[in-house]
Nanobody, 119 residues
Framework: QVQLVESGGGLVQPGGSLRLSCAAS????????MSWFRQAPGKARELVAAMTRASTNYADSVKGRFTISGDNAKNTVYLQMNSLKPEDTAVYYC??????????????WGQGTQVTVSS
């Protein structure tokens, strides 16, 4: 059974930091691209950061402030968020994605964790 369980969200003041965690199980973690998305009220879900074996990518809005990393031994991906701004307020979702050589696609989502940046 595939599971992605996010944790680490909460309320933080502007300029503060949070570290989100996403614990994965039920699939071969190191084969998948791992990503963090977020969705603010009334807005579409957007990609925040993504990580493969070869590279990491970030949305322009978070470059230099957020860092995605992974621990294959723990089947966990992290999102370190520094210098948080009110516009970072959203529900953050973990995603695991894989496209096989035959073109079959797999995509799994966590339940989301709320991040609120406010004074």
């Amino acid at each position: 059974q595939v599971q992605l369980v996010e944790s680490g969200g909460g309320l933080v003041q502007p300029g503060g930091s949070l570290r989100l965690s996403c614990a994965a199980s039920g699939f071969y973690f190191s084969s998948y691209a791992m990503s963090w998305f977020r969705q603010a009220p009334g807005k579409a879900r957007e990609l925040v950061a993504a990580m493969t074996r070869a590279s990491t990518n970030y949305a322009d809005s978070v470059k230099g402030r957020f860092t995605i990393s992974g621990d294959n031994a723990k089947n966990t991906v992290y999102l370190q968020m520094n210098s948080l701004k009110p516009e970072d307020t959203a529900v953050y979702y973990c995603n695991a994605g894989l496209r096989t050589a035959t073109g079959k696609e797999y995509s799994y989502w966590g339940q989301g964790t709320q991040v609120t940046v406010s004074s």
